[in-house]
């Protein structure tokens, strides 16, 4: 049980175009969604927590208009970059929960922009 | 404010070794989770341990146990015993108790851990 699942899991795109990364979780009610990225050799930061059906929090640094996070149902996410540049290029990666339980992690999506 | 610190920033043991990785925190909250998460090459991490501040007993499962001493803000991980598929990074996290609401993560940096034949 608790399987998240992350597609696509590797994208390149060209400078200027936006990608769509989905987070599911199989098995279970996620009434909390997180994205991270995580830069080479980088411990995870996080970026925005999503709860369904209302507006995502960010962190702080974090642009909500290049990073797009809609939580349209209790096991889906997606998260949009809007406009990508080779700055955006990282390893993106979902994790969901249910209230008071583990945040368990998708398989992450590899972001290279060119 | 919370900070989780994994001073060891890379490990290299032969295999059969015992190993220790390091994880120190910070935080202000009187209830709070600990968590241990393992990044194989894969990149997916995966879920090895949940320590509620409340309870302090040391914990082994297998070849992996951990010490929690609360008096040092300290939970470190031992794997006895290492093997080959133990390399990996190795992630130590920090999260206020649920009663806050969602569980956000505080990483710490990591250690890399390799265990050659």
């Known amino acids: 049980g608790a399987v998240v699942s992350q597609h696509p899991s590797r994208v390149i795109c060209k400078s200027g175009t936006s990608v769509k990364i989905e987070c599911r979780s199989l098995?279970?009610?996620?009434?909390?969604m997180f994205w991270y990225r995580q830069f080479p050799k980088q411990s995870l930061m996080l970026m925005a927590t999503?709860?369904?059906?209302?507006?995502?929090?960010?962190e702080q640094g974090v642009e909500k208009d290049k990073f797009l996070i809609n939580h349209a149902s209790l096991t889906l996410s997606t998260l949009t970059v809007t406009s990508a540049h080779p700055e955006d290029s990282s390893f993106y990666i979902c994790s969901a929960e249910t209230q008071g339980d583990t945040q368990y992690f998708g398989p992450g999506t590899r972001l290279t922009v060119l | 404010a919370q900070k989780v610190t994994q001073a060891q920033t890379e490990i290299s043991v032969v295999e059969k070794e015992d190993v220790t990785l390091d994880c120190v925190y910070e935080t202000r909250d009187t209830t709070y989770y600990l968590f241990w998460y393992k990044q194989p090459p894969s990149g997916e991490l995966v879920f090895l341990i949940r320590?509620?501040?409340?309870?302090?007993q040391n914990e082994i499962s297998g070849r992996y146990s951990w010490n929690f001493q609360k008096s040092t803000s300290s939970f470190n991980f031992t794997i006895t015993a290492s093997q080959v598929v133990d390399s990996a990074v190795y992630f130590c996290a920090l999260s206020p108790s649920i009663i806050q609401g969602a569980q956000k993560l505080v990483f710490g940096q990591g250690t890399r851990l390799t265990i050659n034949p």
């Open positions: 320590r509620n501040s409340f309870d302090e």
């Open positions: 999503s709860n369904e059906g209302s507006k995502a929090t960010y």
């Open positions: 098995d279970f009610q996620a009434t909390t």
